[in-house]
Structure formats: structure tokens, C-alpha cells
């Protein structure tokens, strides 16, 4: 369930979201407003109808209360046509069941009202019934005979023989020695009693349509304004795995000429930096080894044996570091360019080198042929990663496997391992497990950081995890995409 209640991912489909969000809020919250409105018209139109119909009907009423009973029966024809053909009257033997249409709040107050104002205007103890019925279901005269099924001319002619007229209001009132005075009035309105639709069909479907136009409209104006994104986004992967780039083209609207300007400037930044570093580290090679060199020879012509070897192993780790910080600079520089690399036979090359040098090292596995990359740094990181597994463990076991978009490749070993409370502290300069700088010991401490900078560069990721019964076990993930 939360797996379809997750936020989009993509721009575009959180931009999709929102609208749609607010244009259903909106819709609804109009719909509320216009239903409350409609409602209240609705109530205060029906109050007044049934004052007026109760004011017509107590005339009718008490009118035919002053006739003698003799009389009462020929002048039934005149009041069905009074108020015109929306009202039919008769003078009955016996009480008709009416059947209710379904209660709405618009029908109670017509019926309340229409009660009140005629018992108001009658006056006295009146046994008096109201009703709201369909035509289709009223009946008349008696309680088996419908109205439809009467001639018309029964009727009249009037409206309420219509099965498709609004609802009618029945009235029924006791006249004394069993005579019921039955008056049906037909509504004005057929909607007028029915309950208000928040979202009916119609509604519905206007607002799916304006939904899905919203969307195109969306789609097509969000597709012109991410273009200039994609291609900023685009730009900037290239730039972190120091790929040349283009400038960015400063143009769009503000806020996109905006970042494209700040991506500019950001890349000549950086360019600047990356140049200046190139100096910087050229400089410390050349100045630092003239002075290391003068020191080796001056230290040749000490006296002291001890002396002299304490001098030139001091000589040595300094040397070794110097040699280190520059292959760190230069194990990561933009400036060689990105190939089609073959990673299985580039792997294949170094476990070759390996085993030349006594090392017992297996490569397994298979990927595409080729991979984007720059050559000599991954040669430089897997080199560097290989040397330590058969270094701390004799021997490497080396896979490569294809994991949907990612390449990835494992090297475990069945050296010491590493503590868990160092498996993050390794990839930082110059930190070592032990003290010494011994080239015997492990160098300088610089080759994970190398190599995670490397795997860094090309868009993946470079992990430790200790092997169960020992060793350890390096993974390196690269995008089959990258570059």
C-alpha cells in the first residue's frame, strides 16, 4: 500500500500531482460552495411556494366549506381548473394512501410550511394529511384507481396527467360524514425536491476531461521548460567525472539563464582550480626532490652508521609521501580522456600481472564488452585493489557480474579482514591500520582513497565488507551508462 502512496520521483510527476491536486480541490470545494448556495435557494423558493399555495388552497377550502353539501358536487369541475391546469380537486368517499417519494430536506419544509400556513389560515382542529407523490404512483377518487389510468378528459386535461410532470402535493382533508376534500397541486419545479448532487455525472466527466487537458497542457509546457534541466543535469554528470563540457547556453527564463550562469561559472572555477593544483603539485615534485636529493648525498658522508641509516629512512618516508600525494593528484585527472574501456579484459590483464608475480588470483564472470571510462584510472583503482587483496590474503578472487544498470565487480580475499569500526576510516589519506611506512607494511595508506575516488568520478561506488570466516570482501559498482 505505501509503494502507491509514495511522492513521485520525477519533477514533471510531482508538477502532475500538485495539479491535479489543486484542481480537484478546487472542484470540490466550488462544488461545496455552489451546492450550499443552490441548497439555500432551493429552501427559501420552496417556503415560499408552499405559503402561496397554502394562502390558494385555504381560499379553495374555505370557500367549499360555505357551499351546502348539495351543491358541493357540482362545482368540483370549476375548482380542478383553479389556478389554472396545475391543480386537481374531487370530493372522495374514502382516504387514499399515498405513497412518499423519498425524503429530501426541501421536502420538509415544503410540507412543514405548507402545513403550518394552512392550519394557520383554516383555523380550529383539523384532520388534515399532506403527501408529496410521483404522478406515476397517485392515485384518485379511490385507492385502486391511478390518475393515469383516467381519460384525460377525466383529468381535464391537466398538467399532473403528464407521468413525466414534476412531484404533486396532496392534500387531504376530512369534511364531516366521510367526504375527503383531495387537492393535488403539481410543483413547479421536478428538480426542486430532489437532493442536491455534489458531483454528478456530468460534473464528473467535465472535470475528467479538464483533468486530462490540464495534464497534455502541462506535459507540453513542462517538456519546453525541462529542456534547458536536462541539459544542465547532463552537463553537470559529465563534469564530475571530468569530461569536457560545453558551456551552457545562458538563455530560457530568468531563473534557468540564472542557473545556467551559475553552472558556468562553476566550471571555469573549477577549471582554474584544477590548473592551479597541476602547478601546485609540480612544483612540490620539483622543489621537494632537489633538497631530498642534497639531503641523500649529505647524508652519505656521515661518519655514524646508525646516524645515516635514521637519515635516510626519515629520507625514504618522506619520499614515499611526496610520491604518494602526487599519485593521489594524478590518480583522479580530468584531463585523460573517456574511451569504450573492455573491463573484463582490463581485469584479465591485472590478474594476469598478479599471477607473474606469484600471486594465486581467479577472474570470473562476464559483462558487455565495453564500459566508458577513462583507462588508466580504472586500471590505476583495480591495480591498487587487487595489489591489497594479495597482499593482506596470498590470494584474490575476482568476479564480474551485471546487475540491471550497474556493473559490479568483487574482490575478496582470506587476509585479516578489517575491524568494523575502520571499514569508513581506511578511505581517508594516509590512515593505516598499523603505524609503519615501511614499503614491507603496506605503504603510505593512499591507495583505497585513490581508488574510491576513482569509482567516485565515474558515477559509482566503492564498499568494504568483512568475509564470513574471514577475509575481506571490496565492491565496486559502475554504471553501465556512465559517460
Not at 435557494?41 to 353539501?69: G, I, Y
Not at 506535459?219 to 541539459?231: D, E, H, K, V
Not at 580504472?378 to 550497474?406: H, K, Q
Not at 569508513?424 to 591507495?447: A, D, I, M, Q
Request: hydrophobic share 45%; aromatic share 6%.
Amino acid at each position: 500500500m505505501r509503494r502507491w502512496l509514495r511522492w513521485p520521483n520525477s519533477l514533471f510527476g510531482r508538477m502532475s500531482l500538485v495539479m491535479i491536486l489543486g484542481v480537484v480541490l478546487a472542484q470540490l470545494v466550488s462544488n461545496a460552495v455552489w451546492v450550499q448556495q443552490l441548497n439555500k435557494d432551493k429552501a427559501e423558493s420552496a417556503a415560499r411556494m408552499a405559503e402561496e399555495l397554502a394562502d390558494s388552497v385555504a381560499s379553495t377550502v374555505n370557500f367549499f366549506r360555505a357551499l351546502p353539501r348539495n351543491y358541493q358536487h357540482l362545482v368540483l369541475s370549476q375548482l380542478r381548473d383553479m389556478g389554472g391546469t396545475r391543480f386537481f380537486v374531487s370530493l372522495n368517499r374514502e382516504f387514499i394512501e399515498i405513497q412518499d417519494i423519498p425524503d429530501s430536506p426541501v421536502k420538509a419544509i415544503v410540507t412543514r410550511r405548507f402545513e403550518q400556513e394552512l392550519r394557520r389560515r383554516l383555523g380550529g382542529e383539523l384532520e388534515l394529511h399532506i403527501g408529496v407523490s410521483h404522478p406515476q404512483t397517485l392515485h384518485v377518487y379511490k385507492n385502486e384507481v391511478r390518475l393515469l389510468d383516467l381519460p384525460a378528459r377525466w383529468a381535464q386535461q391537466s398538467q399532473i396527467h403528464d407521468p413525466d410532470a414534476p412531484p404533486i402535493l396532496v392534500m387531504q382533508l376530512a369534511m364531516g360524514e366521510g367526504d375527503w376534500l383531495y387537492l393535488a397541486a403539481l410543483l413547479p419545479d421536478r428538480t426542486l425536491l430532489a437532493p442536491t448532487s455534489y458531483l454528478d455525472g456530468e460534473r464528473l466527466l467535465f472535470l475528467t476531461l479538464l483533468v486530462l487537458v490540464l495534464l497534455l497542457a502541462g506535459a507540453l509546457i513542462f517538456r519546453w521548460l525541462n529542456r534547458p534541466l536536462r541539459r544542465l543535469g547532463r552537463a553537470a554528470e559529465r563534469l564530475g567525472r571530468g569530461m569536457e563540457v560545453a558551456k551552457l547556453d545562458e538563455s530560457g527564463p530568468r531563473e534557468i539563464r540564472a542557473t545556467a550562469r551559475a553552472f558556468n561559472l562553476m566550471q571555469d572555477r573549477i577549471g582554474r582550480f584544477m590548473a592551479d593544483r597541476e602547478r601546485l603539485f609540480s612544483a612540490i615534485s620539483h622543489d621537494l626532490k632537489t633538497p631530498i636529493t642534497r639531503l641523500r648525498l649529505r647524508a652519505e658522508l656521515l661518519d655514524d652508521d646508525q646516524i645515516r641509516a635514521k637519515f635516510e629512512q626519515d629520507l625514504l618516508a618522506l619520499e614515499l609521501m611526496v610520491k604518494g600525494a602526487l599519485d593521489c593528484a594524478r590518480g583522479t585527472d580530468i584531463r585523460e580522456p573517456a574511451t569504450r574501456v573492455d573491463l573484463f579484459a582490463l581485469l584479465q590483464e591485472l590478474c594476469a600481472d598478479a599471477g607473474l608475480m606469484g600471486a594465486e588470483v581467479s577472474l570470473q564472470g562476464r559483462a558487455p564488452a565495453c564500459f566508458h571510462g577513462k583507462a588508466l584510472a580504472l586500471r590505476r583503482c583495480f591495480g591498487n585493489l587487487i595489489d591489497n587483496a594479495v597482499f593482506y590474503g596470498r590470494t584474490a578472487e575476482v568476479t564480474l557480474t551485471e546487475d540491471g544498470g550497474w556493473l559490479e565487480v568483487q574482490i575478496r580475499d582470506r587476509g585479516p579482514g578489517i575491524p568494523e569500526a575502520a571499514l569508513e576510516l581506511v578511505f581517508e589519506p594516509y590512515y593505516r591500520l598499523e603505524s609503519s611506512r615501511s614499503r614491507h607494511t603496506g605503504g603510505t595508506g593512499l591507495g583505497l582513497s585513490i581508488a574510491r575516488n576513482i569509482v567516485h568520478a565515474h558515477g559509482g561506488e566503492l564498499s568494504l565488507a568483512n568475509r564470513a570466516g574471514g577475509g575481506l570482501v571490496v565492491s565496486v559498482r559502475l554504471p553501465k551508462g556512465s559517460g
